[in-house]
């Protein structure tokens, strides 16, 4: 989340649970568009999911468990919004927190192609050993 008010409408970029459903969200951009992705499957509690959101030049693509979810046309440009990139929270300190636990989360510079999305689902089925975090 990059957040900046307490709310998905401010930030550039989300992902989150509402309420059991994964969402993807890009905001911030010049023409006040909104570009969203929703899962149309519960999150099941008690088990890992990979989730991958890639955004490239002109689509915002979701990912669950290596199976795309949906892609949908975006704007040309994100804005950042300079505030700080939030995991497991989104805006105001106390508010929309992740009830669950985060594992090998990676940011790349590059949008992945989907086969190596799904070969990166199929290598990290369900984390062991402590959380990670590791940018690139």
Known sequence: DKSSAGTAS???YCVWISPNRLIAYVGGQPDGRVTVVADNQDVITGGWVHVAMVIDAKLLSFYRDGVLLGRSPRGEKVADNGKPLLLGSMGVAGRFF???????VVIYKKALSEATI????EMFPSPSGPPSIMLT
Not at 118 to 121: E, L, M, N, T, V
Request: hydrophobic letters at 45%; glycine letters at 8%; charged letters at 30%.
């Open 118 to 121: 799904k070969a990166h689902a």
């Open 10 to 12: 401010h930030a550039p």
């Open 98 to 104: 992740f009830d669950g636990l985060l594992d090998e």
